[in-house]
Structures are given as C-alpha cells and as structure tokens.
C-alpha cells in the first residue's frame, strides 16, 4: 500500500525520479477507478513523443490550462487519477500541484478523433490552476492592441514557490 502513495518514473534519462502524490492533498482514491492501467493507444509520433492536454474543470466546463503529456504522464495519469504532465522547461514529470498542493484529480478523459490530443475534466483543488495564482492559465484578454488580466490571484505565488 505504501508505493501506491508514490510514482517511479524514468524520465529523459535521468534514471528514476520518486513523485509523492500525498503532499499538501491528505488521502486520495482515483475517481475512474481504472486498476491497471488501460492499453489506450495515443498518436506519440506526431509531436516529438508528446500530445496536448487541454483541461477543463469538470462542473463547470472553463478551460483551466493546457499542457503536454508523454507515454509515462499518459500513463501515471490513467494509473493515479492525477493530472501528470511532461515539463518542456524542466525536462522531467510534473504531477500538477505537486509543489503547491493545488492538484487536479482527473474526472473524466475524453480522446480526440486522431487520438493525438487529450481532454482532461478535472476537480481543481485549491480552486487556483495557474503557477501566477489565478484561477485560469488563461486570465489574459485580448483588448485592442493590449492584454488585460481578468480575475485577481488567488494566492501569492511568491508564498507558495519562494521565488
């Protein structure tokens, strides 16, 4: 029972990495309830080893983030009912809250007609998605020839990352 509270990954050759799921969340039981995980093929070939994951909060529908999964994310997704990504910047898995306890516990998954884009519906704890605190990665509107910010933080990112 103990390794199911943590996910081993071979990420971009740096040998395995361990990724706590509890921090900041207390207990949580996958809501799709695969068991083991499922054979869904995905089109990994088109995009370098990587497809878009669009996310949407389950209630409501808003478009929270998008955000890109490899095989081993697809996979720890289906396997723990926690959003888990490929970092681009980072290079490695990012179990989405990891750092700030602002998880998003997968609801439903719906797959593209070329099956190389995933729709993920999620219940976002801490209600905040984006890493500036707002609640949408896209909180930026197109005004003329000028963006604005739509909504407040809600949180301090300084606080929850330290930078």
């Given at each position: 029972?103990?390794?199911?509270?943590?996910?081993?990954?071979?990420?971009?050759?740096?040998?395995?990495?361990?990724?706590?799921?509890?921090?900041?969340?207390?207990?949580?039981?996958?809501?799709?309830?695969?068991?083991?995980?499922?054979?869904?093929?995905?089109?990994?070939?088109?995009?370098?080893?990587?497809?878009?994951?669009?996310?949407?909060?389950?209630?409501?529908?808003?478009v929270?983030?998008?955000?890109?999964?490899?095989?081993?994310?697809?996979?720890?997704?289906?396997?723990?009912?926690?959003?888990?990504?490929?970092?681009?910047?980072?290079?490695?898995?990012?179990?989405k809250?990891?750092?700030?306890?602002?998880?998003?516990?997968?609801?439903?998954?719906?797959?593209?007609?070329?099956?190389?884009?995933?729709?993920?519906?999620?219940?976002q704890?801490?209600?905040?998605?984006?890493?500036?605190?707002?609640?949408?990665?896209?909180?930026?509107?197109?005004?003329?020839?000028?963006?604005?910010?739509?909504?407040?933080?809600?949180?301090?990112?300084?606080?929850?990352?330290?930078?």
């Amino acid at each position: 029972m103990a390794e199911d509270w943590g996910l081993y990954h071979k990420a971009a050759g740096e040998g395995n990495k361990k990724v706590d799921s509890r921090q900041g969340i207390g207990l949580f039981r996958t809501f799709l309830n695969f068991g083991e995980t499922p054979v869904i093929p995905l089109r990994f070939d088109k995009l370098g080893g990587l497809v878009p994951a669009v996310v949407q909060d389950w209630r409501s529908g808003e478009v929270l983030m998008v955000a890109f999964m490899n095989a081993a994310a697809w996979e720890a997704t289906l396997r723990t009912g926690l959003a888990t990504y490929w970092s681009r910047s980072r290079e490695e898995l990012w179990v989405k809250g990891q750092s700030s306890g602002r998880v998003q516990r997968v609801r439903e998954i719906r797959i593209d007609c070329d099956a190389d884009t995933v729709l993920l519906k999620v219940e976002q704890v801490g209600d905040a998605a984006c890493h500036t605190g707002h609640r949408s990665c896209f909180h930026r509107r197109v005004a003329g020839k000028m963006l604005e910010t739509v909504g407040e933080p809600l949180f301090d990112p300084r606080e929850v990352y330290g930078r």
